[in-house]
């Protein structure tokens, strides 16, 4: 037992500091309350957790090769892993067959959640025959910094100290503090039986009991109350599985983070690690419009409340991202880990500064689904106005793009304001809508001026006449008449070159071939799906939408890029715009004849 809150983790054992290897990113699953989450590897650890909030420290960190662990598996090392979630829900079970039987363990972050508080629901379970179950809890904050420090039993559980957080852990009564705080205990059940740890960790002192019973009925009843039932889409399960996702990565707050990790390399050892931590407007839009596609749910509201406030705030400087809470995105910096391999330790975004034109075009589309739901209220209005007049100062400026690149006349940026103007000026109809007719009408002109092809196809910049499969979504939704050449010729431009066994890349990477410098973009291969919907060709949009929703993990999760030589996830995960665009695609495509095939 250690009472000293200075200890470092590196007095610690070599052998206590860092978690076993990690997995390839598909065995990874997640759990998640909107305010943080987690991810469960096969042996039953929790590999990486934030607390209280997504973009705090981690406190499990072995995914980036750190200290600590949260690891609930068989004593029987010789088993078979498994699992799956409960329906329309981020509630997973894992599951082990060993030689004796099988075992399984149920977890969710509990919800409705608490912003500076998380409570980590796990019930063991004897499945067929008993089950001995080992239990190792080492909580290491601010990535691994500080290990649990005043661990003590106060006769309703375990409590304990890492940095300023503060910890209890009920279920574990036999456990003995071994280094650096450090609980271990194995946990007999018999066949049939049942048995709950919760372990809490917060920002204060919290005296309510930890009831694990009321725990699971109210995360079992928010979840059934959030997921909207999807049988009238292309892809049911899949489709309840995607709002899940993006329910879970959504905070009470509002804010959507992109992904729950950071650091998760796109390519080994090429320095392409970022932090996903945050909620970029662009992928808040995406989500928002997904299920506007389906219906007026929940998450409809939360998006457009959130990009409501933060154009209000900050007009024409509109940042990309921001916290959920909508702070600022801090600076980049490294962390004193290992890092995933092929990977760095990278927190914090430089993308959060960049003027990206797109994402004012993207949050003008999301007003104009609201108020196409009857859900755009007088801020949300006010915003619109803001976006429009941020549009019309800017749109002939260079800018970073969709892809974060260097400032360039891109036509994705500009296509996506056409849409947005012309979706809100339909929407909206006020006396201004003429007027934002006119703009669109304007910056067409000169983006058809400067960005098509002598070929007939847009190309992806003003000074840049290779092929980009962000084209495909402004195309997909309006930015031209599907009767327009340039559609089919885009996409037939981007599908000659941007395309492999059936998957999209983003764009060329010089002479590089394709998956060589990157992985295809599962974005891109909902996008060509749309695309090719909107083109009228409801066949081929099904073939490319079940081709791209292939490449997920055993999980259902989908990671930003697919390897598709190695038949890998690449990225930070999940990666909710992909689950948005699968959503959207699922529910599009549902009410075309040939997606009627495609339902399971």
């Given at each position: ?5 200075s200890?470092n983790?590196?007095?610690?054992p070599a052998s206590?500091?860092?978690s ?9 699953a ?8 987690a991810?469960?590897g096969?042996?039953g650890e ?11 420290a981690a ?5 980036l ?5 949260y ?13 799956y ?17 099988i ?16 409570v980590?629901?796990?019930?063991i379970r ?12 080492d909580?290491?904050?601010d ?12 006769g ?7 940095g300023p957080?503060h910890?209890r ?5 036999d456990a003995r ?16 039986g049942v ?7 917060g920002?204060?002192?919290n005296d309510?009991r ?13 979840w059934d109350?959030?997921?909207p039932?999807c049988?009238d ?7 309840r599985?995607?709002y899940?996702?993006?329910h ?15 650091s ?12 996903y931590?945050?909620?970029w407007?662009r ?8 299920v506007a596609?389906h219906?007026?749910?929940p998450?409809l ?7 409501s ?13 921001y916290?959920?809470?909508?702070e600022?995105?801090p600076?980049e ?9 092929g990977?760095?330790d ?16 993207e949050?003008?589309?999301?007003f104009?689904?609201?108020a196409?739901?009857d ?7 006010a915003?619109?106005?803001v976006?429009v007049?941020a549009?019309a100062g800017?749109?002939?400026?260079p800018?970073a ?10 036509t994705?940026?500009r296509?996506c304001c ?9 929407e909206?109809?006020?006396?201004a ?13 000169e ?6 092809h002598h ?7 003003a ?5 980009d499969?962000?084209?495909l979504l ?9 009767c ?19 998957y999209?890349?983003?764009f060329?990477h010089?002479?590089?071939?394709l ?16 695309a090719?919907r909107?083109e009228?060709?409801?066949?081929e949009a ?6 791209t929703?292939?490449a997920?993990?055993p999980?259902g ?6 390897d ?5 996830l ?6 909710a715009?992909?689950?948005a665009?699968?959503l ?9 004849a ?7």
């Open positions: 037992m250690t009472n000293d809150d200890v983790a590196s007095s610690a206590e500091q860092a076993a290897s990690p997995w390839v990113l598909r065995d990874y997640l759990i998640a309350d909107g305010e943080r989450g991810l469960v096969p042996r929790i590999a990486w957790m934030c607390a209280p909030a997504w973009h705090d406190v499990f960190s072995g995914l090769g750190g200290p600590g662990a690891r609930v598996s068989p004593c029987d090392s010789s088993n078979v892993w498994g699992g979630y409960e329906d329309g829900t981020l509630i997973r079970v894992s599951r082990w067959v060993t030689a004796d039987g075992v399984s363990c149920r977890e969710a972050l509990a919800a409705p959640a608490d912003t500076g508080r998380l980590l629901l796990r019930q004897a499945v067929r025959g008993d089950a001995r179950v080992r239990v190792d809890l909580v290491r904050g990535f691994g910094r500080h290990p649990m420090a005043h661990v003590h039993h106060d309703q559980g375990w409590c304990a100290r890492t957080l910890i852990f009920t279920g574990a009564d503090p071994g280094p650096c705080g450090r609980l271990r205990t194995e946990v007999h059940v018999l066949e049939g048995h709950d740890l919760v372990l809490e960790i920002n204060r002192v309510a930890l009831d694990a019973s009321a725990l699971w009925e109210a995360t079992e009843g928010w109350a959030a997921v039932d049988a889409t292309a892809a049911p399960r899949d489709t599985m995607a899940a996702v993006l879970g990565l959504t905070s009470t707050r509002g804010g959507m983070v992109a992904a729950a990790t950071t998760l390399p796109e390519r080994a050892d090429t320095g392409r690690d970022y932090d931590r945050y909620a407007i992928d808040q839009c995406y989500a928002g419009l997904a596609a219906g007026p749910h998450l509201e939360r998006a457009v409340r959130f990009v406030e933060r154009v209000l705030a900050d007009g024409p400087h509109l940042r990309p991202a916290t959920v809470g909508g600022a995105v600076e910096q490294l962390l004193p880990l290992p890092g995933y391999p990977g760095s990278r927190i914090g975004n430089r993308a959060g500064r960049q003027f990206q034109l797109d994402v004012l075009g949050a003008l589309q999301l104009a689904a609201a196409r739901h859900l755009l209220d007088t801020r949300g209005a915003a619109a106005q976006a007049e549009v800017h749109w002939a400026q800018d793009g969709l892809w974060e690149l260097e400032r360039r006349w891109w994705h940026s296509l056409v849409v947005g103007l012309r979706d809100l000026a339909r909206l109809g006020t006396p809508a003429p007027t934002w007719s006119r703009l669109a009408e304007e910056i067409l002109t983006t058809r001026a400067r960005c098509v070929g007939g196809h847009w190309q992806r910049a000074d840049d006449p290779g092929p499969a962000a084209l402004p195309l997909a939704r309006g930015a031209v008449h599907p327009d050449p340039s559609l089919a010729l885009t996409r037939a431009h981007v599908a000659r070159h941007l395309t492999d066994d059936g999209v890349y983003r060329l010089g002479r590089q071939p998956g060589e410098a990157e992985g295809v973009f599962l974005l891109c291969g909902f996008m060509m799906a749309l090719a909107a009228g060709r409801e066949a099904v073939r490319w939408f079940e081709r929703r292939s997920c993990g999980a999760l989908f990671a930003e890029e697919y598709v030589a190695q038949r890998q690449r990225g930070n995960l999940p990666q715009f992909v689950h665009q699968l959207e695609c699922s529910a599009r495509l549902a009410s075309s040939g997606a009627a095939v495609t339902r399971w």
